[in-house]
């Protein structure tokens, strides 16, 4: 257990690494000459074509009934039911109805598993903190994920809130004192 988890670290900063300064078109185009998929894989898969407006019962499908759902960057939300995630999509997806939501690196150690994705948008509905800014965005972020039977048990997901409420004009830029 704790191989994998140290395996997955080392992952997880090897994909950060290998992805710094790209476009987002270099990034979108990473990851499609894998061969043959996993089925958690292919989990993940199906979770991105929700977020990317796809069937939000498919959520029943692709976690277990004990999940854990976390975002440490937003807020540091944290949710433990397939009706809560289906509400964080429904509320993102009224927010931005052309999200797109891609997987561009997928590695797995047994059980655990790093992703690598991009989620590109127009934010043209409002969020509850904020209206709609008519921008467009693009992040990409990494999820460490926990399966059993295939399916999602723990999703961990990080990435750069500061720099989506950036391009979306919300922030300003940080400045240095």
């Not at 704790?2 to 185009?29: D, F, K, M, N, Y």
């Not at 999509?89 to 939501?101: E, F, G, H, R, S």
Request: proline share 2%; hydrophobic share 40%; charged share 30%.
């Amino acid at each position: 257990m704790l191989r994998s988890a140290s395996i997955l670290v080392c992952t997880v900063a090897l994909l950060t690494c290998s992805s710094c300064a790209q476009t987002p078109e270099e990034v979108s185009r990473k990851g499609k000459a894998s061969a043959s998929k996993t089925r958690e894989q292919q989990t993940f898969e199906n979770l991105c074509a929700v977020w990317s407006g796809g069937d939000l019962v498919e959520v029943d499908h692709i976690f277990t009934d004990d999940l854990v759902y976390e975002d440490v960057t937003a807020d540091g939300f944290r949710v433990t039911s397939k009706e809560e995630v289906k509400e964080i999509i429904a509320t993102n997806l009224a927010a931005v109805p052309d999200m797109k939501d891609e997987l561009t690196r997928f590695i797995q150690a047994g059980d655990w598993a790093a992703a690598e994705w991009v989620w590109s948008g127009t934010h043209t509905g409002d969020y509850p903190d904020f209206p709609a800014t008519g921008k467009s965005f693009f992040v990409r972020g990494v999820s460490i994920l926990q399966f059993e039977d295939g399916k999602i048990k723990r999703d961990i997901m990080y990435w750069d809130v500061y720099d989506f409420l950036h391009q979306l004009e919300v922030v300003e830029e940080l400045k240095e004192d």
